[in-house]
C-alpha cells in the first residue's frame, strides 16, 4: 500500500533530511527475536539491539507462538530505549520508522507493527513496512564496501528457520524466484537433527548447537564410524527439500542401537550437515546454470539468513563457486553472522531507498505474514552513496 499520508512530507523537507543522512529507527518481530536498529543512509548502524528468547522454546521444541508474542511485548520497550541510547538519539531526531511487514508470524508482527505504527503517528514520521527475505538479500549493500558489494543482478539464496530461497535479483525491488522449498526449511531441518541427537539450544538455538556439535575435536576422525551418505533430493531439479534429509537422520538413527554414543552422534551431525552443503551448492549450480542460459551474467552471490552464519555451509559454497567458475571468479558475499540472523538493521536498511525516493506507506496499512518477494511494486532509487 503507498498511498498519501494526511501529512504532506514535502520534497524540500526530504532534500534537507537526505542532506545530513536520513536517519530510520526500525523494528523487527517476524519470530524469535525482538529487535530495534537506528541505520542511517550513510550506512552506519548506529545502534542493533536483538533479545532472543531461545530459552522460552526450547522445552516447546520450537517457537511457541503465544510465548512468543508475550515477549515480544515485554522486551520491546527496553529494546527502544537501548537502541536509543547506543544511537545517542532522541526519538524525535529519527526521520523515517520502519517495521517487518512480513512475512512471519502473525500475531508476532503485529506487535512491532503496532509499535511502529504508533510511534510514527505520534511523531509525525514517515512510516515504510518492509518485506522480510528482501532486507536479508540487501543486507551485504549495507555490509560492504561500495565498491565490493553485490552487482546486479545477482543471485541470492536465503536460508533461514523459515525460508529456503534461491533469488534473482535484478533490483532493490525486483525478484524472481528460482528455487524454493517443497517442505521444510533448511533452518528447521538443522534444528530437528540438532533434537534427534538430543542437543542442548545453548544460547544461539539447535542449528548453532548443531554446528558446534560437528565441530568436536575430543573424538579421533579415526574412531568416528562410517555413516552412508544423506541423499540429495530431486537432482537435476532447481527444487529444495530438507524435510527428507532430517527424515534420513531419523530413519539412520531409529536403525541404530538403542543408546548412540558421543562419536556415532557427531559422525551423524557431520555428514547431515555434508548433506545440507552438498543440497545447497548444487541448486546454486542450477541457478548459475539456468541464468546463463538465458544470457543473465552472473558476477556475484549474496547468501543470507540465518542458516547463512554456519562457517561449515559458507567454505562450501565458496569452494562450490569457484570450482563452476575457475577462470571467471563469481564473488560470494555474506553479511557479518551477527547480521545474518533476524535483526532490524536489515529492516532499516531495505526500507531506505522508499524514504529516499518519498514513497511512505499510509498508518493504517496491513500486515502480509505470507507474502511473495516477486510482488514487491518497483521504486525509483536514489543512490544511496550520494547521500
Excluded at 75 to 100: E, S
Excluded at 107 to 121: E, I, P, Q, R, Y
Excluded at 261 to 289: D, W, Y
Aim: hydrophobic residues 45%; glycine residues 6%.
Amino acid at each position: 500500500m503507498h498511498v498519501a499520508l494526511d501529512v504532506v512530507f514535502s520534497r524540500a523537507n526530504l532534500v534537507q533530511q537526505t542532506s545530513r543522512s536520513f536517519t530510520v529507527l526500525a523494528f523487527e518481530s517476524s519470530a524469535d527475536d525482538t529487535c530495534v536498529a537506528v541505520v542511517n543512509s550513510s550506512r552506519k548502524i548506529l545502534s542493533n539491539v536483538v533479545v532472543k528468547q531461545h530459552d522460552l522454546h526450547e522445552g516447546f521444541g520450537g517457537i511457541h507462538p503465544s510465548v512468543a508474542i508475550e515477549a515480544h511485548q515485554r522486551n520491546l520497550p527496553g529494546a527502544v530505549r537501548r537502541a536509543l541510547d547506543d544511537a545517542r538519539m532522541k526519538v524525535n531526531d529519527v526521520d523515517g520508522i520502519a517495521f517487518t511487514r512480513g512475512p512471519g508470524i502473525g500475531g508476532c508482527l503485529s506487535v512491532s507493527s503496532n509499535a511502529a505504527k504508533s510511534l510514527a503517528a505520534s511523531l509525525h514520521k514517515p512510516l515504510v513496512g518492509v518485506h522480510h527475505m528482501q532486507a536479508h538479500a540487501l543486507t551485504p549493500l549495507l555490509t560492504t564496501p561500495i565498491s565490493e558489494g553485490p552487482r546486479f543482478p545477482f543471485l541470492t539464496l536465503l536460508i533461514s528457520g523459515g525460508h529456503t530461497l534461491l533469488l534473482l535479483a535484478t533490483s532493490h525491488t525486483a525478484f524472481r524466484v528460482l528455487a524454493t522449498t517443497a517442505d521444510a526449511s533448511i533452518g528447521r531441518s538443522f534444528d530437528k537433527a540438532a533434537r534427534l541427537l538430543g542437543l542442548a539450544w545453548g544460547t544461539k538455538g539447535p542449528g548453532a548447537a548443531l554446528e558446534q556439535f560437528c565441530l568436536n575435536t575430543d573424538i579421533d576422525s579415526a574412531d568416528l564410524p562410517q555413516i552412508p551418505p544423506f541423499p540429495v533430493p530431486m537432482p537435476g531439479k532447481l527444487a529444495f527439500s530438507f524435510a527428507c534429509l532430517h527424515s534420513s537422520v531419523e530413519r539412520y538413527i531409529a536403525s541404530s542401537p538403542s543408546s548412540l554414543s558421543q562419536a556415532h552422534k557427531v559422525a551423524i551431525a557431520r555428514e547431515f550437515q555434508n548433506a545440507a552443503a552438498r543440497q545447497l551448492c548444487a541448486k546454486l549450480v542450477l541457478g548459475l546454470e539456468k541464468s546463463a542460459l538465458r544470457g543473465i551474467k552472473i558476477q556475484d552471490v549474496v547468501v543470507s539468513g540465518g542458516v547463512a552464519s554456519n562457517s561449515f555451509l559458507r567454505a562450501r559454497q565458496v569452494g562450490c563457486l569457484d570450482e563452476y567458475s575457475p577462470d571467471e571468479p563469481i564473488k560470494l558475499l555474506f553479511p557479518p553472522p551477527e547480521l545474518c540472523t533476524d535483526n532490524a538493521a536489515m529492516i532499516a536498511w531495505a526500507s531506505m531507498h522508499r524514504f529516499l525516493a518519498g514513497d511512505y506507506d499510509d498508518y493504517t496499512i496491513d500486515l502480509r505474514p505470507k507474502w511473495s518477494i516477486e510482488t514487491l511494486p518497483a521504486v525509483h532509487t536514489v543512490p544511496l552513496e550520494a547521500s
